[in-house]
C-alpha cells in the first residue's frame, strides 16, 4: 500500500534561513509520481512540482529545490533564503500509475512552515 | 487563480441534512477529482470522474455521492450529514486521467455540520 510520512509536523524558522522538509515515501510500484503542494493560510492548494519514478534528478527553481533519492525513498524539499511568504502546509503526495487513467493522491499529513521576521 | 470553481466557499447546516458542492473545472480539463481534507484524517481521497465516468473511487462514504455532467461540472452531494463530516472539500481537475498529471485544485467549500 502506498503511504506518504511527513515526519516533521511543524517548522519555525527565522526569515533568510534555509529549510529542509522531508519526504518519505512507501510504494511497490515501479513507476509512480511525486509531487509537493503548498496550502497557504487562505487554504487553497498550489501545485508546485511533479516528479516520476525514472527521473532522479534534482530540480530547482528560483528558492526552491528538491531532492529526490530512490534508495532511501525520500522526496526532500529545500527553500533557501526563506521569506514570511513561504509561511503556509506543505504536503508531499504519491500516485501510482494506475490502470484505466485512474489517479489517487496519497498525501502526507503535511508540514506547517512558519517563518518568523 | 488555479481555474478550478467551487461553491460555495462555506456552508453551514444541521446533522441530518444534505449538502451539495459543485466544482467546475479549468476549462479544457476531463477529468474531476474530489478531497476531503480533515483535521484527523488529513487530506484523503473521495472519487475520480473522467468525461462522465467513474473512474477511481476512495474512502468515500456510502452516504456521499457524486456525478459529473455533460458540462463537465461535478457535484458532490453529502447526505445524513453528521458532526465528523465537517472538512474542507477539494476538487481538483487535470487535461486528461494518465497517471502522474498534476492536479488543479479549487479553494475549496468548507462545511460545518453543527
Known amino acids: 500500500a502506498q503511504k506518504v510520512t511527513q515526519a516533521q509536523t511543524e517548522i519555525s524558522v527565522v526569515e533568510k534561513e534555509d529549510v529542509t522538509l522531508d519526504c518519505v515515501y512507501e510504494t511497490r510500484d515501479t513507476t509512480y509520481y511525486l509531487f509537493w503542494y503548498k496550502q497557504p493560510p487562505s487554504g487553497e492548494l498550489v501545485f508546485l512540482i511533479r516528479?516520476?519514478?525514472?527521473?532522479?534528478q534534482n530540480e530547482i527553481s528560483g528558492r526552491y529545490s528538491w531532492n529526490f533519492q530512490k534508495s532511501t525513498s525520500s522526496f526532500n524539499f529545500t527553500i533557501t533564503a526563506s521569506q514570511v511568504v513561504d509561511s503556509a502546509v506543505y504536503f508531499c503526495a504519491l500516485s501510482e500509475a494506475q490502470v484505466q487513467g485512474a489517479q489517487k493522491l496519497v498525501f502526507g499529513q503535511g508540514t506547517r512552515l512558519t517563518i518568523n521576521p | 487563480d488555479s481555474g478550478v470553481t467551487q461553491t460555495p466557499k462555506h456552508l453551514i447546516t444541521a446533522t441530518g441534512q444534505r449538502v451539495t458542492l459543485r466544482c467546475s473545472p479549468r476549462s479544457g480539463d476531463l477529468s474531476v477529482y474530489w478531497y476531503q481534507q480533515s483535521l484527523d484524517q488529513g487530506l484523503q481521497f473521495l472519487i475520480q470522474y473522467y468525461n462522465g465516468e467513474e473512474r477511481a473511487k476512495g474512502n468515500i462514504l456510502e452516504r456521499f455521492s457524486a456525478q459529473q455532467f455533460p458540462d463537465l461540472h461535478s457535484e458532490l452531494n453529502l447526505s445524513s450529514l453528521e458532526l465528523g463530516d465537517s472538512a474542507l472539500y477539494f476538487c481538483a481537475s487535470s487535461v486528461v486521467p494518465r497517471p502522474g498529471p498534476e492536479l488543479f485544485f479549487g479553494e475549496g467549500s468548507r462545511l460545518t455540520v453543527l
Open positions: 516528479r516520476n519514478s525514472f527521473d532522479e
